[in-house]
C-alpha cells in the first residue's frame, strides 16, 4: 500500500468512527428526553381529566376548597395541611372515603389514583412535596 492510499484508508475509518460515535451519543441522548417527558405529560394529563371530573365540585378547580357551600372540603393546593399526609394515606381515602368525602376512586387502578395525586401536588412548593415524604399523618 502507497502512503497516501494508507492516509485516505485512515481518514476514512476516523470519519466512520467518528460518525457513528455521534450518531450514537445523539440517540442515546433523544432517548432519555423524551422517557422523562412523555412519562411525566401523560400522567400529569390522565390526573388531569380526573381531577376535573371528580375532585372540582368539592375542591375547586385551582384545589383552593370549599366549592360548595354545604360540604367543608378543604384546601389541597399547599395553602393549607394536606401536605401534612403522607402519599399512601391520600391514596387510601380516595379509595376508601373520608368523613364527608366519598370513596371517589373505590373502582380506579393505582395508576389512576397516583395520577390525580401527582396533578394535585404540582400545585404545592418544592419544599411542601419534599417535607411530605415520611410525614406521618396529623
Ligand atoms: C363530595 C365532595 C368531595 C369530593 C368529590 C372530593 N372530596 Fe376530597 N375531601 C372532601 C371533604 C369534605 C374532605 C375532608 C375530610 C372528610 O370529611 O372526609 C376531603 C379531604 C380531602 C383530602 C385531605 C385534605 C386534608 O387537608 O386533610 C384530600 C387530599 C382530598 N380530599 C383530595 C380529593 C381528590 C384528589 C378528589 C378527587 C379525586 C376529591 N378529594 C374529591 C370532599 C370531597
Not at 123 to 129: C, D
Amino acid at each position: 500500500m502507497k502512503d497516501y492510499q494508507r492516509n485516505l484508508l485512515g481518514f476514512t475509518l476516523l470519519l466512520v468512527l467518528s460518525g457513528g460515535a455521534l450518531l450514537y451519543s445523539n440517540r442515546s441522548q433523544a432517548k432519555r428526553t423524551v422517557k422523562i417527558d412523555t412519562s411525566q405529560n401523560v400522567q400529569l394529563a390522565l390526573g388531569e381529566t380526573i381531577y376535573k371530573s371528580n375532585c372540582i365540585a368539592c375542591h375547586g378547580e385551582d384545589g383552593s376548597g370549599y366549592a360548595q357551600p354545604d360540604i367543608p372540603a378543604p384546601a389541597i393546593n399547599g395553602t393549607e395541611h394536606a401536605w401534612h399526609h403522607p402519599d399512601e394515606q391520600i391514596l387510601a381515602l380516595l379509595q376508601q372515603g373520608g368523613n364527608l368525602m366519598p370513596a371517589v376512586g373505590a373502582n380506579w387502578s393505582n395508576e389512576e389514583r397516583e395520577a390525580v395525586w401527582a396533578y394535585v401536588k404540582q400545585w404545592w412548593s418544592p419544599q411542601q412535596r419534599k417535607a411530605q415524604s415520611g410525614t406521618i399523618g396529623e
